[in-house]
C-alpha cells in the first residue's frame, strides 16, 4: 500500500481514472487540458483510486470531481478547505485534493483557504484561476484587475486584486507553485512535487476562460517562445527570455529586479529558504512590472503536518493514560452509592 | 455546647457575588458537599458574558444557586431562601427573589459608600433598615478572612482577600452540616502542587468560616436537610454540558466509530469543546476551526471518511452553519449538531437560556431540507439524548440536530450512573461491495430506513463522487430531471418522517387518569413543568404532564394524546414556537405559557399557569 503522498507501485493508466459522465465545460475551456494533465499524471503517484479523493466546491472548476474516476465531493461554495481538513485531519491514509477557482478559493472561501495554509494539513489545493467568475456569467473576481469592465463593474471593477502566491505564502504556506494550463510538461512537474509534499501544497494554475475573460493569459499561455515564462529550478540561476538573455536578481531592500543573464549577482533560486522573502519576492514579479512571469516551484519547506500531529496526541494520550474505559469515565469524579 | 439542630425538608442557597469573587467555585463546592451528604439537588449557575466586569458594578455580579432537598427535586427552585451577597451590587440585583422572611448574609465589609454608589444605592441598606424584613446577619468577612489568614506566609492581602468565598462556604457548610473534606481535598488538587501556600490560605479561609459558625452569636441554630429517598445505585453530580460530551464518547464507543468534533468557540458551547479535546486516548479528534462554518465543513468531510462526525455550537454560530447542514442534507451523510440555545436574537444574552431556536434547526435551511431534532429534558438527560442523537444520525445517514440550552448546559443534578450493558447498541455497517448488478450505486436505499450505503475512500471498487446537485435516485449522478427532483425530495420527507417508528411513544404523567388539562413542553423545560404539575396535584387539581424529547418527527402517538385532552398548555421559553407545530400538525387548539425572560420558567408560573385554565373549566 502506498502513502498519501504517492509512494506506491501501483499500476494504472490514465484511462482508469476517467469516469462515464460527460464532461461539460465549455469548448475550449482551460480545464481540458488540466483534467487530461491531472488523469494522465495520477498513474504516477501510484496510489489506489479508493484512497484517492477530490473535493471541490462551487464554480466550473468543482465540476472537476466528477470527471475523476475516485472519491469525490462536490461541496458548497468556499468551503472546500474545510470539509477537505476534517476529511485528511481523520483520515491520514488518504491522499486529499481540492480543486477551486478564484472566486470560491478566494473570495468566500478566504478564510478557508488561509487558515488550511497555516495549519499545513495534508491537502493539495489546485485554484484554477482565470480572473472572473465563470458559472455566474461574468462578474469579476478578487483577482480581477483594478478597473476591469465586467457584467457587474459596467464603469471598471474598484477591488484591487489578490496575488494569489503572495497571498497563500503570507499565510504561512508550506509549499507554493504557478502552473499554466496548457504547459503540460512543467504543470506535471508542478503536480509532482505538490503530491509529494508533506503538509498543504497550493498551486496557482493559470486556466483561460475563452467565453467571459479569453486570453487574460495570452503572454504567457501563447508564449511558444518562452519570452514571457521565467522557469524557476531549484539550484539554478534564474534566466529567461527567447534567448535565455535577462536575468533576475534581488535588490538591497529583497525586492527583485531584471538584469542581464550574465550579471554576476544573478539570483539562484532556492525554494527552500528558510525564510519567506524570497519566494515572496518572486510572486511579485509579473508581467505588467517586470515584462515576465515566474512559474514552478516558489516555496517547497518541511514543517510538521497537521494530521500526523493530531494523530500523534491522540497516540501519546493513549500510551500515557491507556485506551479509554468508558465505564470509569462515567464513574470518574466524585460519586457516592446508595444501597 | 453544639447548637440545637433544626430540621428542614428543603433549602434553596444563593451565592451572589462579584464575578472575581469565585461565586461559581463556592457554589459547585457546595453542590458537591451536599451531593456526597445523599440530598437530591438541582443547581442553576447565573453569570455575566463579561469575564470582570468592573469589580462592584451591577453587571459584574455573578449568582450560583442551589436547591436541596430530603426528597426527589426537579428544578433549582423559584425562590432562594438564603441569599449570601458578598457586595451591595449582588444585594441589589438578587434581594429581589428573596422572599420576606428569608435568611440574609452580607460581608459588612464589602458595603463601603464607593460600593455603595456603584450599586447606586443613596443610603446604605444595612442602616436605613430597608432590611428589616429579612433575617439579616451582617458578617464582616472580608476582615475575619484577612485576620485569619495573618500567620500564612507567601500569601499577598490581596490573595488572603480573595479567599473570604472559602470563608463564607465555611460558614455555609457548619450552617447546613455539610463536611468540608471534600472541599479541602480539592483545594489540595487545584492549588497544592503550584501554590501550596494559596491551597493553606484557601483551607484555613473555609476552616475559620465553619469555627466562625460554630462560635458566633450571629446563629442561634443550625439545619439539618436528611438525605433524599433514591433509586440504588452508584450516583455522581453532572452538568449538562459534561453529560453531553460523555454521551458523544459513549456513542463513539458504542458504534466503533472515532469521533471527529468540529467546533469553534461560543457561549454557552465551549465547555463541550474544552471537555472532548481532554479525550484523546478514546480517540476523540477536536478541531478548533477558523469558523462555525469551518467546523461544520470540517464534520461533513469526517463523516464522509466514516467518522462519527458532531459539530456543536449556539444559536449564532448555528445559523452560519446551515448551508452546511443542507449540504449534508443532500450527501445524506450522518452529522449531530448541537445547539445549546440561548438568549436571541443575534448576539442577544449569551449565557441565558431560552428554548428559541426551535423554529429554526426545523425550518432554517433553503428548500424542502428535513431534519429529525432531539431535544434534552435535564442536565443528566443530555447524555442519553446525545446518544439517541448519534443514533438517528448512523441509523438514517441524517443530520440530526440535538437541542439543550444554557440552563441545562451549566445547570447540574444527581446523574445514576448506568451501567455500560444497558447501552444501545447503535453500530452501522460500511458499504463494502457493490449493491446493484456488479456495480455500486451510492443512491440505492434500505427498504426499511430508506437510508443510503455509506461507502467510505478506501473501499476499493466502491468509488463514488457525491455533492449538493440534485442526485438521480439511486445512481446520485447529477439530475436535473423534474420527475426526479420530485421522488427525491418526497423521498427524503419520507425518510425523516419514517424515523416516527423507531422512537419511543409519547408518555403521558397522568397519575389518577382522570386529567382534563395536559401540560405539554419540550426539551429542558421538563424540571419546571413536572415540578408545578406536582404543587397543582398537592392542592388536589388534576393536571396531565408530556414532554416531547423528539421534535421531529413527533412520537407516532402525539396526535392522539393531544386530543384526549379537553385543554392543552404548551409552556415555553420562546413565543409559541412548539405551540405553533403542534397546532399546525394536529389541528389541536392549545394555548401556550410564555416566558423569554433568559431565565428558565419557574414551578410557581405553571403552577399558575395551569391553574388559571382549570379555572376556565
Redesign the interface.
Known sequence: MSDGNGNGSLKLTAKDFRTDQEVRWCPGCGDYAILAAMQSFMPELGIERERTVFVSGIGCAARFPYYMNTYGMHSIHGRAPAIATGLAASRPDLSVWVVTGDGDALSIGGNHLIHSLRRNVNLKILLFNNKIYGLTKGQYSPTSELGMVTKSTPMGSLDFPFNPLSLAIGAEATFVARAIDTDKKAMTEVLRAAAQHKGTAFVEIFQNCPIFNDDAWAFVRDDKDGVNRIYLRNGEPIRWGAELEHGLRQRADGSIEICPADAPDLLVHDSQHESAALAFALSRVTQETHGGTPVGVFRNIQRPVYDELMAEQLSTATAKRGAGDLAALLHSGETWTIS | MAKPVEQLSTVIVRFAGDSGDGMQLTGSQFT?ET??L?NDISTLPDFPAEIRAPAGSLPGVSGFQLHFADHDILTPGDQPNVLVAMNPAALKTNLRDLPNGGTLIVDADAFTERNLQKAGYAANPLEDGSLDEYQLHEIPLTTLTVGALKEIEGVTPREAERSKNMFALGLMSWLYGRNVD?TIAFLEEKFGKKRPEIAAANIKALQAGYAFGETTESFAVTYEVK?AE????????ITGNQALS?GL??SS?LSGL?L?L?AYPITPASAILEELAG???????T?Q???E??AA???????????L?VTTSAGPGVVLKA??I??AIM?ELPLVICDIQRAGPSTGMPTKPEQTDLLMVMFGRNGESPVPVVAAKSPSDCFHAAIEACRIALKYRTPVYLLSDAYLANGSEPWL????DSLPDISTTFATEPNFEGEFLPYLRDEQTLARPWAV?????????????EKADRTG??SYDPENHNLMTRLRAQKVAGIASDIPELEVDDPDGDATVLVLGWGGTYGPIAAGCRRVRRAGGKVAHAQITHLNPFPRNTGEVLRRYEKVLVPEMNLGQLLKLVRAEFLVDAVGYNRVSGLPLRAGEIEQAILALVEQQ
Open positions: 458537591s451531593a456526597l445523599g471534600s438525605p433514591m433509586a440504588p445505585g452508584t450516583y455522581r453530580n460523555y464518547i459513549a464507543q472515532p471527529f468540529g479525550y484523546k486516548n478514546f480517540g476523540v479528534r478541531f476551526a477558523e469558523d462554518i469551518a465543513g470540517a464534520a461533513v468531510g469526517a463523516a464522509f471518511g466514516g467518522s462526525a448551508e452546511t443542507g449540504l450527501l450512573l448506568p451501567e455500560v475512500p478506501g473501499t476499493p471498487g466502491l468509488e463514488h463522487r457525491v455533492g449538493g446537485l449522478n447529477i
